[in-house]
């Protein structure tokens, strides 16, 4: 997933302001970190980024919770395609 940086990179790039308390509180605290990105719990955690950040700062909140799981699912993808590459070699397959 990207860093608290890259995140932080892509946000200023977009907006002008780099949201870092924002990307802070979703990947800063590492007890934390899995619930923060719970999708299942976006209702709950965009009424608290809104009401400080505003709906600027909602969208960075969001467009974090995309960057994460699309990186994820690339990666899942990737270790994927090797998987099957090794087994179809080791099956003689090519
Ligand atoms: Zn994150």
Same mark, same amino acid.
């Given at each position: 997933? #990207? ?19 924002? +990307?802070?509180?979703? *990947? /800063?605290? #590492?007890? =934390? @970190? ?10 709950? +955690?965009e =009424?608290?980024i809104w009401?400080?950040y /505003?709906e600027?700062g909602l969208q960075?909140y969001m467009?974090?919770? +995309? *960057?994460?799981? %699309?990186?994820?699912?690339? +990666? ?5 395609? @090797?998987?099957?590459? *090794? ?6 397959? %090519?």
């Amino acid at each position: 997933m #990207p860093s608290i940086e890259k995140h932080r990179t892509v946000s200023l790039e977009r907006t002008g302001k780099d949201y870092m308390e924002v +990307h802070a509180w979703l *990947d /800063g605290n #590492p007890e =934390k @970190k899995a619930e923060r990105h719970d999708i299942t719990k976006i209702y709950k +955690h965009e =009424k608290l980024i809104w009401e400080v950040y /505003g709906e600027e700062g909602l969208q960075e909140y969001m467009r974090h919770i +995309h *960057d994460d799981l %699309k990186a994820k699912f690339e +990666h899942i993808r990737q270790d994927l395609d @090797k998987t099957i590459a *090794d087994t179809l070699a080791y099956f003689g397959v %090519k």
